[in-house]
């Protein structure tokens, strides 16, 4: 595979983009000593601009549900462009993807249309503080919700010695130029621990407006929640009033039809959406029962945006709703089995070929990780034992094979609906010559 075009491009595009792209993680942060510069998608397959297909497993960090270019999308949104793009009014569309969320989603009466997780989490913080007027917020080790100041805390992978005790976790600001405020007003604790959660809920459960978090950890390759402790933190929250804030930026519309909330049979006071939701068009969501929206009526708590709810966007959201519902949500069934079988056939490679590379999943959502343990539960183990700088080097090998596993060694892969048996057979072969060319 030769990369000539994607390096000429990279030198370009350091002379006027920072990092020669524009989000860290698309660019030498992840892929070595360059990104792949792509030109174009349909389905499951990226090519770059070299001319390299790749079968690809990170579809737009989970934007893709149903791949690239899919024909329904393309056609809907040839349709209506000539229709007009935004406009400084309410729309139809609007009305309707929203009345299809509001079906689908448990516990959610009314939606609010943002553009993307980072201000669907940053808004729901906000609702939390203007609901209960308390100030705190609780956050977790290793959980993502995007960049807003007041959520930068303790999301990155750290060594165990810099984390403090699992008591009293050590809060660690994620960015330069935060003020002292954001990592003041958010405590940090440990996840998949529901005593740990009841010990501060009892110290500081009178100052927390809302805990927020993943409901699988996703930033942190795939952690799924013990069985019941979401429940169970569903009702230590209630017990000490204080709203759960369900961030299912990654899960939703991804898991179940109904996300997280859906598949652990949760209720959530507020659920931010993003992602899948907007089927590669910025579209996110803040979501949860009459009660708490109301709060955004008329801005008592301020959610504004010129860019809300856009037209196209909305349509290619409400396409991908119906098709993903037909046949009784075949759509979200195929996603996990193809995420299940890529997950069981990648742990048979590993044992095949003696590597300590153990896939975790859950769905469409898998991530393979070396380590020693039989099962990463936690962020703390993750951060102990996961060999990333291995993952990087395995990562790259598959790429170099035409298999686009994700180059950020933290962030999970994923499948979509348009992923096909040939792709797994051909993506878990390539593992196997990936790992037989590893150093163990
Ligand atoms: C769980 C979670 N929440 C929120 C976000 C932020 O979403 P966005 O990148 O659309 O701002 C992310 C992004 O990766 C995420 O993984």
């Not at 393309?74 to 609007?94: D, K, M, N, P």
Request: charged share 20%; proline share 5%; net charge negative.
């Amino acid at each position: 595979m030769q990369h000539k075009q994607s390096e000429a491009l990279f030198n370009r595009a350091m002379e006027v983009l920072v990092e020669g792209c524009s989000s860290a993680s698309r660019g030498p942060m992840n892929y070595k000593p360059f990104p792949p510069y792509i030109r174009n998608g349909k389905g499951a397959r990226v090519w770059d601009v070299d001319g390299n297909e790749y079968i690809d497993w990170q579809l737009s960090f989970g934007c893709l549900p149903m791949g690239h270019a899919h024909p329904k999308i393309v056609e809907i949104i040839q349709q209506e462009v000539a229709g007009g793009t935004h406009f400084a009014s309410a729309l139809e569309v609007e009305v309707e993807t929203a009345e299809l969320m509001v079906r689908m989603l448990p516990n959610v009466d009314k939606v609010r249309f943002a553009n993307t997780g980072t201000e669907a989490c940053m808004t729901g913080v906000r609702m939390a503080r203007g609901i209960t007027g308390k100030r705190k917020i609780l956050k977790f080790e290793g959980h993502y919700h995007g960049w807003y100041d007041g959520l930068l805390v303790s999301s990155n992978p750290q060594y165990v010695t810099s984390l403090g005790h699992p008591n009293d976790p050590v809060r660690i600001p994620d960015s330069s130029g935060l003020t002292p405020g954001s990592w003041e007003d958010t405590l940090v604790c440990v996840w998949n621990d529901a005593d740990a959660l009841e010990r501060v809920l009892r110290s500081h459960g009178h100052e927390i407006a809302c805990v927020v978090m993943e409901g699988v950890m996703s930033n942190m390759g795939v952690i799924a929640p013990k069985p019941g402790y979401l429940i169970t933190v569903e009702e230590l929250c209630k017990a000490f009033n204080v709203l759960f804030s369900l961030d299912e930026t990654v899960t939703g519309f991804r898991v179940a039809p109904g996300g997280v909330a859906q598949l652990y049979d949760l209720k959530p006071d507020i659920v931010t959406y993003g992602k899948a939701l907007g089927q590669g068009f910025p579209i996110a969501a803040i979501a949860g029962p009459d009660h708490i929206m109301e709060s955004i009526e008329y801005g008592k708590v301020l959610h504004y945006g010129s860019h809300n709810a856009p037209r196209l966007g909305l349509f290619a959201t409400k396409t991908m709703l119906e098709e993903m519902s037909r046949d009784n949500f075949a759509g979200f069934q195929k996603m996990s089995e193809v995420g299940e079988q890529m997950t069981r056939r990648l742990n048979q490679v590993a044992r095949d070929t003696g590597h300590n590379m153990r896939v975790q999943n859950v769905g469409s959502m898998f991530h393979p990780v070396f380590t020693d343990l039989a099962e990463i539960t936690t962020y703390r183990e993750f951060c102990q034992t996961v060999d990333l700088h291995k993952y990087g080097e395995f990562s790259q090998k598959m790429r170099d094979q035409g298999i686009f596993f994700s180059g950020n060694k933290i962030l999970h892969n994923l499948s979509c609906t348009e992923h096909t048996q040939a792709d797994i057979d051909a993506s878990t072969e390539a593992a196997g010559t990936a790992l037989e060319q590893l150093a163990k």
